[in-house]
Structures are given as structure tokens and as C-alpha cells.
């Protein structure tokens, strides 16, 4: 990553770990946009589909690395000991760093298919809102 800085809103965060997640060659990078559904647990999820366990601790090692040196206070994080599905928890933001056959499995896009959705782009580094 070039200059790290505190991302200043919950999609700014969101872009942020995507592009780690990216740096960390994640697959089908998927941001919700949650803000607009009444009981919502948090303003995005984040999603990314990895090919090993190796790969998804690599990329919450980054992601709690580049935090820390942007000052984003720490996240919650569960299934660390597992890692076939790995949450981290930002408040405004929930990443699911999953394996791709657990990913597929549980379909979690289809659960929030009420929320807007962003591809990440991996050549502009932003999320672009997807076109149902």
C-alpha cells in the first residue's frame, strides 16, 4: 500500500480493507452497502473469497497491520483459529474473509439483497456500485 491514511467514513474503511484484501489476491471482493435497511448491524459488509486458510490469515494480518499504522481503532475478530471463515468486526464495517466453497455455500449476498452493491476495481482502487 502506498500512503496509509485513517479512512474518514464507513465506505472509505470499507475501500480500505478491500484493497488490502486485493494487495492479498482475495477473489470476487463485494462491498453491501447496509445503511439504508432499518435493522442492519452495521453500515457495509465487506466479502472476499480466498483459496486457502494460509491466504484468508495473510489477508487479517495485513488488514490488522495497515489498521494500526492508519490508527483505525481494533477490530473485533472471530474464527481466527479456524479460518475457513474469518470476521472482522470495524463496527461500521464487518469483513467475511471466506473460503471460496464456504462463500458460495452460505450466500451471504443473498440474505442482504435489499443492501446496494460495490465490485471492487482493483485498477482504480474504488468500489463501483453494481447494476442489478
Known sequence: MSKITK????????TFCA??????????????????????????????????VNQSQAILDAILRQ????????????????????????FDVVM??????IREYYEIEKLWSEGVFYQYNETTGKLNKVIK
Open 7 to 14: 479512512p474518514k467514513n464507513s465506505k472509505s474503511l470499507a
Open 19 to 52: 484493497k488490502i484484501a486485493a494487495d492479498k489476491i482475495a477473489d470476487n471482493i463485494l462491498a453491501i452497502d447496509l445503511q439504508k435497511i432499518e435493522n442492519a448491524t452495521t453500515d457495509f459488509f465487506l466479502l472476499c473469497g480466498t483459496d486457502s
Open 67 to 90: 489498521s494500526k499504522k492508519a490508527q483505525i481503532t481494533k477490530p473485533r475478530i472471530e474464527g481466527e483459529n479456524n479460518s475457513d471463515w474469518i470476521l472482522i468486526d470495524f
Open 96 to 101: 467475511h474473509i471466506m473460503l471460496k466453497p
